[in-house]
């Protein structure tokens, strides 16, 4: 038996991007699981509003971008007086793209770059750095995408982005060593959302090629991030697909 | 440099189409497909454009699956120099 007592289950878990689609599905979900929940996005929709008012004493929620890291930082701090120490961490905010990187402007470029890589690395170090400081043990799970195995024609820099997180999941969890459990979460293309960048003849051929016979949808992806935020497994370092086998 | 007028792109274009050993049709009618002028081939020409007068032409991908035809071509490109 190793020395090295498991990794507990995250009891408050930190939601990038939580407004809608997955991360809003992602919170809900969790609060479901009788977690505790922040979770902070560009714009507070009506629906997080909601869950807050709910859950008053369970959710804290704020309109904070995340590529913003004083205000990044403010919220942390709010979240641990309201909530408690942060002992999981979801980065699921992003922004998608849908343009040929020839005509892709510099500055799409770096707005993609910094949202999806940069933003979501500091947002990590940030919440690591809080966690092992306080001797805590804890769980990050990184959502990704299948752009970053597969070749997607308009999505280069998102599935860089993406790509870039992946192989960030592998290095982090052999850095922390097993005091935090970190992996990544890669979704095919929802039906919505960042699906409306692909064209209908792509998105055709992706269903036709998935042996499920349908796109992957929020639903499908939640209970693996719950699994990786609450569940004592092993896995660690990990991306774990969920696209029906389109991409086997 | 100023912009290029729409028979001046459609100059570009016939070259673009010419190096491929294709003809542009004088019908602005006529469809992309029958052509064989997918979308590289339109990333090419705006790339010329680009070269022609000095200024980069960035665009999403939506705007561009709705070009049909070669006069579509020429209106995106005329409007898209403008904007």
Known sequence: MSDTPVVPPSTVVLVSGGSRGLGLAIVTDLLAAGTKVAAFARTVT????????EHPDRVHVGAVDVTDLPAVQAFVREVEQRLGPVDGLVNNAAVGQDSMHTHTSTADLARIVETNLTAPLQLTRLVVRRMLGQGRRGRIVNVTSI???????????????????????????????????????????????????????????IVRRTPTGHLTEPAEVVPVVRMLLREQTNINGQVIVVDGAASV | MDELSRAQIRDLMAQVLANQGKALPDDDGTDLREIGFRSLDFSELALRVEDETGEELNFDAPGLRRIATVGDVLDFLVTLQRQ
């Open chain 1, 147 to 205: 752009c970053a195995q597969r070749g997607f024609p308009g999505l280069v820099a998102y599935s860089a982005t993406k790509g870039g997180m992946d192989a960030a999941t592998r290095s982090l969890a052999r850095e922390l060593g097993g005091r935090l459990l970190v992996n990544a979460v890669a979704p095919g293309f929802f039906a919505s959302e960042m699906s409306a960048v692909l064209g209908s003849t792509q998105l055709d051929q």
């Open chain 1, 46 to 53: 009506p629906e997080l509003a909601q869950l807050a008012a």
